[in-house]
């Protein structure tokens, strides 16, 4: 099991900036990714990106690339994710997840560990 724990939500004007870090402890060694996604009220829980943690490789929702970053520091067992240039479409309680299958996708479904959730709200 991996425990989960996100910090750095906040509100924010529309065009500003966050960074959202997640840490994780417990039975790291057997992650294969890690994966930022979001849920507004009344939506369902959508995919924002996610990080392969030997190789770092990344992969983007087409409604924030370009704008987000994800990243991950293993020597703190951490992950990140820089948002810039924020939208009020933007605002949802951002939750981070962690997956031993190697075969990832991007439905939250392939995610057995998942923190508590921060939010971010985006003011216009």
């Known amino acids: 099991q991996v425990q989960l724990v996100e910090s750095g939500g906040g509100l924010v004007q529309a065009g500003g900036s966050l960074r959202l870090s997640c840490a994780a402890s417990?039975?790291?060694?057997?992650?294969?990714?890690m994966g930022w996604f979001r849920q507004a009220p009344g939506k369902e829980r959508e995919f924002v990106a996610r990080?392969?943690?030997?190789?770092?490789?990344?992969s983007y929702a087409d409604s924030v690339k370009g704008r987000f970053t994800i990243s991950r520091d293993n020597t703190k067992n951490t992950m990140y994710l820089q948002m810039n240039s924020l939208k009020p479409e933007d605002t949802a309680v951002y939750y981070c997840?962690?997956?031993?299958?190697?075969?990832?996708?991007?439905?939250?479904?392939?995610?057995?560990?998942w923190g508590q959730g921060t939010q971010v709200a985006v003011s216009s």
């Open positions: 990080v392969i943690w030997s190789s770092g490789g990344t």
């Open positions: 997840a962690a997956t031993r299958l190697t075969t990832v996708g991007r439905a939250p479904g392939n995610y057995d560990n």
């Open positions: 417990g039975s790291t060694a057997s992650t294969y990714a």
